[in-house]
């Protein structure tokens, strides 16, 4: 009995611990890749791809051998009388005899296979296809690129509202320990109230900045889970570390690295546009050639005064034919013309656009790395003012204690400390952020 009870208790908690919501923990670089297969964009990026893909088959299909059938009934619930001339029927001369051709009820049914054996804008709609399918696989590269960047940005901002989260409990302690210490030596008559309420000040927006960080903590990691694709409320643990992070992130050596615009996106995506443009005009211009077509077709016709044709004996009149179509365009008003000029124009327009995009790529490559060297600098120099803010705090609480110091003199000491602490955090994020914008930039991933 007592087996038995143990055996039930182990089953109830596999099951309970089975059905507990299950907890995410991600390191930067695993986050990306989960959103790279999940991310709602993403999952549209790859249904483009096999859209594009039956697309391509679409088009090529057109051109291969078609075959369509048809089946008609008919019931002449009044049918069509004629008049014919009475001498058919041995009547008078200028009498008619009413006559009813054919019988009420008519059935046919006929299979037509079609073949396509010249046509100018086929043949360009299956090569422009291929540029098609490029277009499709640089749009999703382009897409799980933005994906990344997106990641990067939430994942950052979760460390960020956690490390000010963490900042704010320790600055709000030592500042209810001000509060308290100052009120008793004011209720002891050795310090004065002003004392007392400028601590109180400051402590009363440390409270709030704190509340409004544990909100955006809980907030920014709604937003880490839509950017990876899972549920708003799911629970997700980050394991990195902010500063151990952006440590990592930097590396002026990517500085130096061999850029070939050809391998990035955007210009990959301008080039798409450039091709589309060429077999866009390439088009207009097949409009010109003629099209041949070819047919054949088979079927059967049967006649009846009721609806017997699935009778044994019922009558079944075959017929057959095989022919060619052959459209040749002669004359349009110019029209034609016309739409292969405009294409032109519009090719040549692209042209222009994919030179002005390698401009701007390489002017933002530029800029990328101006900001990436900057927010270095900022980290670096953020690190020493905080430093040196903890070391002003610090001295100042310290003449405070011994009242060497004014309560207004701490509060500026403090306050000058929060505002280090949170450049600080700021421009850690800013350096893992813009190694990201220049590593895409450059198509590279760290």
Do not use: C, H
């Not at 017929?319 to 405009?342: W, Y």
Request: glycine share 4%.
């Amino acid at each position: 009995m007592r087996s038995r009870l143990l055996l039930l208790t182990i089953l109830l908690s596999f099951s309970l611990g089975y059905s507990q919501e299950q907890t995410y923990s991600f390191t930067l670089e695993e986050a990306v890749q989960f959103a790279l297969e999940n991310n709602y964009a993403a999952l549209n990026a790859d249904r483009d791809i096999i859209d594009a893909q039956k697309q391509k088959w679409e088009t090529i299909a057109t051109g291969l051998p078609q075959i369509s059938g048809a089946v008609n009934y008919q019931n002449q619930l009044i049918q069509q009388v004629l008049q014919l001339p009475g001498e058919i029927a041995g009547g008078d001369p200028g009498t008619f005899v009413e006559v009813v051709f054919g019988q009420p009820q008519q059935v046919s049914a006929a299979a037509t296979l079609s073949q396509q054996i010249f046509d100018g804008s086929y043949i360009v709609g299956v090569q422009a296809t291929k540029a098609f399918l490029s277009y499709s696989a640089n749009n999703k590269e382009k897409t799980a690129l933005e994906v990344r960047k997106q990641v990067v940005e939430a994942y950052g901002n979760v460390l960020l509202a956690q490390e000010s989260v963490s900042i704010l409990e320790k600055n709000k302690t030592t500042l209810e320990k001000n509060v308290y210490e100052t009120k008793k030596l004011y209720e002891n008559g050795l310090g004065d109230e002003e004392s007392v309420d400028q601590l109180q000040i400051t402590l009363s927006s440390i409270e709030n900045q704190l509340k409004n960080a544990l909100r955006l903590s809980e907030i920014t990691v709604q937003m880490l889970n839509i950017s990876m694709g899972l549920d708003l409320n799911a629970p997700t643990q980050l394991q990195e570390d902010l500063e151990d992070l952006t440590v990592s992130k930097i590396d002026l050596g990517i500085l130096s690295t061999a850029f070939d615009i050809s391998e990035n996106v955007d210009y990959k995506l301008a080039e798409n546009l450039n091709q589309q443009r060429y077999y866009e005009w390439k088009l207009a211009r097949s409009r010109a050639l003629p099209t041949l077509n070819a047919f054949a077709s088979y079927g059967a016709l049967s006649f009846a005064e009721q609806f017997s044709f699935f009778d044994n004996g019922q009558d079944w009149f075959e017929f057959s034919t095989i022919g060619v179509d052959l459209s040749i365009p002669i004359f349009s008003s110019l029209k034609r013309s016309a739409s292969t000029q405009r294409a032109k124009i519009a090719l040549e327009k692209a042209k222009t656009q994919l030179t002005e995009a390698e401009q701007q790529i390489r002017l933002q490559l530029e800029n990328a790395k101006s900001n990436y060297v900057l927010a270095i600098e900022q980290y670096e120099t953020s690190k020493e003012n905080l430093a040196l803010a903890e070391r002003i705090e610090n001295k100042n609480q310290i003449k405070y204690t011994e009242g060497l110091a004014s309560s207004f003199e701490l509060r500026q000491a403090q306050t000058q400390l929060y505002t280090a602490q949170q450049e600080y955090l700021q421009f850690m994020v800013e350096v893992i952020n813009k190694k990201t914008e220049l590593e895409i930039i450059l198509n590279k991933q760290s």
